[in-house]
């Protein structure tokens, strides 16, 4: 028998009737997944959302009156338990870069195929099945689910970074005792300080690492950096 408490409740916020009815066929295909309603606003999604209760967003960004980036700001600064996976047209580094920082969990740019849709739905499912079917999680698995969203991450870095030397670099942070500073972070893996800078500062633009400033004896501020806990 089938266990209906593991199928994943989907709100769609888009505004293109036609996109809504692609994404429902796409979605129906994929097991584990429920369209539980539509939002042609973010008015109407916000709404919706507190209707519905459901356990995932697709969240488009170009809407009339209250669009895709307003909508999961407000939702961010009300605390909503909901997760988000941005389905847009939207590719303007700016946007993503706002809207990672906001937590969307997958970020799939229009004109997609049915494959990357479903690659994005299988991933949350495994994260989703992880930390929301137990009431503790493993170290291993949180590892698992950390690797996961760091490679997706890929898709949407900033030119010049690449995954491999993120992960190297988060890797490392994630064994500090203490927090440190680029230059003790490169002379240990082994990167030039400039290089574990960039990487740095995009893991706090995406909320992972915080940096506090200390000073040392002769007054100049120092930059330490560690994972946010």
Do not use: C, W
């Not at 291993?140 to 760091?150: A, F, G, P, R, S």
């Not at 972070?185 to 574990?196: C, E, K, M, Q």
Request: glycine share 6%.
């Amino acid at each position: 028998m089938r266990d209906e408490k593991r199928v994943i409740r989907i709100l769609l916020v888009e505004d293109d009737p036609m996109v809504q009815e692609v994404n429902r066929m796409f979605i129906d295909k994929i097991d584990g997944f429920s369209v539980i309603g539509v939002a042609s606003s973010g008015v109407m999604g916000r709404q919706q959302i507190e209707k519905l209760k459901p356990d995932l967003v697709l969240l488009d960004v170009y809407m009339p009156g209250k669009d895709g980036v307003e909508l999961i700001k407000q939702l961010r600064q009300e605390l909503v338990d909901v997760d988000i996976i941005a389905v847009t047209a939207a590719n303007d580094t700016n946007t993503v870069k706002t809207l990672l920082r906001h937590g969307v969990v997958d970020y799939v740019v229009k004109p997609f195929t049915f494959e990357r849709l479903e690659k994005a739905l299988t991933q949350y499912k495994n994260v989703y099945g992880q930390l929301n079917h137990n009431d503790k999680v493993s170290q291993e698995k949180l590892d698992h689910v950390l690797v996961q969203q760091t490679r997706k991450q890929d898709v949407t870095l900033p030119k010049g970074l690449h995954a491999h030397t993120l992960n190297q670099i988060h890797g490392y942070l994630k064994d500090m005792k203490s927090a440190k500073s680029a230059e003790e972070i490169g002379n240990d893996v082994g990167l030039a300080r400039v290089t574990v800078r960039r990487y740095l500062n995009y893991l706090e633009s995406i909320g992972q690492v915080e940096m506090e400033l200390t000073y040392g004896t002769i007054g100049r501020p120092i930059q330490l950096y560690s994972l946010k806990q």
